[in-house]
């Protein structure tokens, strides 16, 4: 590095990086998001680059995804510290001290969303106490100088009521599109049903109808996707 962030785009390039576990449904998720997302607009265009630990499905993911109305866009490598625009983390260990500076790539007055257990407590003190000793008091004081937005779901627990333990991919995917505006959030809903009905028809009408189920009612709670003030320090 050279001391600067490289901005190889443009702004009208959105960036986007998700930090995932193996097993979680992440890397599919995305997947299916970018398609989405191609698909929706007539000139869109669009990336996505994967990155995985070598423990595969008990290892880190990293999806870096790009797409613009106006860019063509050739670049297959990771987003760069600083540019992007949504950060998410769907494994909340992830943001301890020590493990991963999980915040790098997000740029000024970015999105940050935190997939973890916190979302659950419902006392807003207790809730931030609990916060503030999950994360590392690193990616507290770079989001605060960043400037960013940060959003926190339990989407484990959201998963687990619906007899989905463990995808959280569909309930991530929701929350991405509700906070990029990337395309309207009810065409983005309609448009993750029609992925679930394909991506899960042969398992059966049961895991379909949990599936939808689930993010109808991620879709209709806003409590469950909680803003937070972030401390500044």
Known sequence: SLG?????FGEDVTQCVFWGFGSDGTVGGNKEAIKIIGDYHDHMKVQAYFE????????W?????????????????????GNADYVACHHESYVQAHMFDVVKQ????????????????????????ALESLVSPEIIRNLALRNARFYIMDAASLAAQFGLAGRIN????????RLSNVIPVDDAVALLKAAIRKAYSRK???V??????????????????????????
């Open 170 to 177: 569909m309930i991530c995917m929701c929350a991405f599109f």
């Open 208 to 233: 379909v109808n949990n599936n939808i189920a689930l993010l109808e009612a991620v879709v209709a709670d806003p409590k469950s996707l909680l803003l937070v003030e972030i401390p500044q320090h």
């Open 106 to 129: 997000l740029k000024r007055r970015g999105t940050f969303f935190l997939n973890t257990s916190v979302a659950s407590i419902e006392d807003p003190e207790k809730r931030l106490k």
């Open 52 to 59: 995985y630990d070598a423990k595969k499905s008990s290892g």
């Open 61 to 81: 993911t990293v999806s870096h995804l790009r797409f613009s109305e106006e860019s063509e866009i050739e670049a297959p490598w990771r987003v760069e510290e």
């Open 4 to 8: 600067r962030n490289l901005k190889a």
């Open 204 to 206: 059966g009408d049961v």
